[in-house]
């Protein structure tokens, strides 16, 4: 192994010095590989969320229990899967039907404002009313348990079936968005608790900044939000569909990775510079690269029946999400997203969980923490009771008369609440930023909050597996909730039944 005092050799020349590692370090990284595997087939045999074995063997072998890893590993890993939660929310943004991102838009920030607003009331009515926690510790705990954990969430939807892409239908498509907009608020309020150690210590200029720190984060999220769609329409999309588009049908996969990996890196850089999240930034470098291609039937990406006609056949090229799937799903899927989930087991505090007063008060906590997101699916039967509404009022009928809007809404809804539910990495940097950067959280609060952060992050999923085992298929072709026509598809079929009538 190469050890700091290796560095260099004897004559201090500029390189690092190789040694074989020992045989002890080399078992102990093949096992910790192995058991992310087995721990994920297991978990997902028993609880249908192959994430929580992988979180269980980042306990074992993190700091918190086992310390078997080197710390320097450690933290190289959560470095990777953290690539690979970047990696993750790319692939959903690539993939996502922008379609119904514009059609469901009210709907999803109705959504994300109960997500968010919930769980800050909720955590001040019983922290800061019940238990004389402080004001400022119920909101940061608050803030910690308002965000979804993105990455969680499109493993458990992409995960639960692999006949269905829950990411093709209208539910699926306002979860991810609700989502999104959870962690932006999230990490605006992230910013705020990351400075209310400079804002106790200044006197009386406190106004200006305080609104400059809120304003920042949440200024740049919608201007990249506002202008992305902007650029890739009326700019970056016709560009790339006169001048660039043809050429790819030449390198096939290589100009689509070096393409996807230029516009992931750009929106990175822009996102974390102007004061946004990275994790906003993946989101939208995906759907940015996915609205680039033409329409037309003769373009190189129209027509591509499936990755080898795209590589085999002239003029035409794999899409976007072929090359994705042949040279980057397989490294997410066994390497990154593994080291992902590890890394939050490394950051759970699971020695200081166990005792009594925290125990009840932490499980307690949990309850109406999962309450708080799992209220978030009341949003769809509402949503359809106020399209009933609607309607019935243009077309002048009761709506008595139709269909009652429970039946089929309840299994959407309570796929949306449910899926809401984990909070994982974004929770937990939060409730570390509030521990470790400011003087108002206290301990006990602290490890409350990583309770209801920890055992959301594990019930969500396994509910959410469970519930589309069963009704997953239903979901999926509901014809308000399920997998929805495009809109070249209504028009072929509609022309195809209006012939015969014409004939």
């Known amino acids: 192994m190469v050890t700091p005092q290796d560095q260099g050799n004897d004559a201090g020349a500029p390189f690092l010095s190789y040694h074989e590692p020992g045989i002890i370090p080399i078992l102990t990284l093949i096992s910790f590989f192995y058991l992310l595997s087995v721990g994920e087939w297991v978990a997902d045999k028993v609880f249908r969320a192959g994430l929580i074995g992988q979180i269980i063997v980042g306990l074992l072998y993190g700091v918190p229990v086992g310390n078997i890893l080197l710390?320097?590993?450690?933290?190289?890993?959560?470095?990777?899967?953290y690539i690979g939660l970047l990696v993750i929310i790319f692939e959903g943004g690539l993939t996502i039907r922008l379609d119904l991102l514009r059609q469901n838009f009210v709907l999803s920030v109705i959504s994300a404002l109960v997500g968010v607003l919930?769980?800050?009331?909720?955590?001040?009515?019983?922290?800061?009313?019940?238990?004389?926690?402080?004001?400022?510790?119920?909101?940061?705990?608050g803030t910690a348990l308002c965000s979804t954990s993105l990455g969680t969430t499109f493993v458990v939807i992409n995960s639960a079936s692999r006949d269905i892409d829950f990411s093709q239908t209208r539910i699926g498509t306002v979860l991810i968005s609700a989502a999104i907009l959870d962690d932006v608020c999230g990490l605006v309020l992230v910013s705020v608790i990351h400075q209310l150690r400079g804002i106790a210590n200044q006197d009386g200029t406190n106004g200006s900044n305080l609104g400059w720190i809120i304003g920042r984060p949440l200024l740049a999220s919608g201007?990249?939000?506002?202008?992305?769609?902007?650029?890739?329409?009326?700019?970056?999309?016709?560009f790339f569909r006169r001048f660039v588009e043809v050429r790819f049908a030449r390198l096939k996969h290589t100009s689509n990775i070096i393409l996807m990996v230029f516009v992931l890196c750009a929106f990175l850089a822009i996102a974390a510079y102007a004061g946004a999240s990275m994790l906003f930034g993946a989101f939208l470098a995906g759907a940015f690269v996915s609205s680039l291609p033409s329409k037309?039937?003769?373009?190189?990406?129209?027509?591509?029946?499936?990755?080898?006609?795209?590589?085999?056949?002239?003029?035409?090229?794999?899409?976007f999400v072929h090359s994705f799937e042949r040279y980057v799903a397989d490294v997410q899927r066994y390497v990154l997203q593994p080291l992902f989930f590890a890394?939050?087991?490394?950051?759970?505090?699971?020695?200081?969980?166990?005792?009594?007063?925290?125990?009840?008060?932490?499980?307690?906590?949990?309850?109406?923490?999962l309450f708080s997101k799992a209220v978030v699916g009341i949003c769809v039967p509402l949503w359809d009771l106020l399209m009933d509404r609607k309607r019935s009022l243009l077309e002048k009928e009761s709506v008595s008369t139709r269909p009652s809007f429970?039946?089929?809404?309840?299994?959407?809804?309570?796929?949306?609440?449910?899926?809401?539910?984990?909070?994982?990495?974004?929770?937990?940097?939060?409730?570390?930023?509030?521990?470790?950067?400011?003087?108002?959280?206290?301990?006990k609060a602290f490890v409350i909050a990583v309770w209801a952060i920890v055992l959301n992050t594990i019930l969500g999923p396994v509910a959410v597996g469970l519930l589309l085992k069963q009704v997953g298929s239903r979901i999926a072709t509901d014809l308000r909730w399920g997998t929805q026509k495009r809109a070249g598809e209504e028009d072929i079929t509609e022309s195809a039944t209006e012939e015969p009538r014409e004939q």
């Open 71 to 81: 710390l320097e590993w450690q933290e190289s890993f959560i470095a990777l899967g």
């Open 118 to 141: 919930t769980p800050i009331a909720l955590s001040f009515g019983l922290l800061y009313g019940a238990w004389n926690f402080g004001a400022l510790e119920a909101f940061i705990v």
């Open 223 to 238: 201007l990249l939000a506002l202008l992305t769609p902007i650029v890739a329409k009326f700019m970056a999309g016709p």
């Open 296 to 319: 037309h039937p003769d373009a190189p990406f129209v027509g591509v029946l499936s990755r080898e006609h795209g590589e085999e056949t002239p003029g035409k090229s794999p899409t």
């Open 343 to 369: 890394g939050i087991g490394f950051a759970i505090p699971f020695l200081d969980m166990w005792k009594g007063e925290i125990v009840w008060k932490g499980v307690a906590f949990t309850l109406l923490m």
């Open 406 to 443: 429970i039946p089929s809404s309840w299994a959407p809804a309570t796929l949306l609440g449910t899926a809401m539910v984990a909070r994982g990495e974004i929770g937990l940097i939060i409730i570390q930023i509030g521990l470790n950067e400011t003087p108002f959280l206290s301990q």
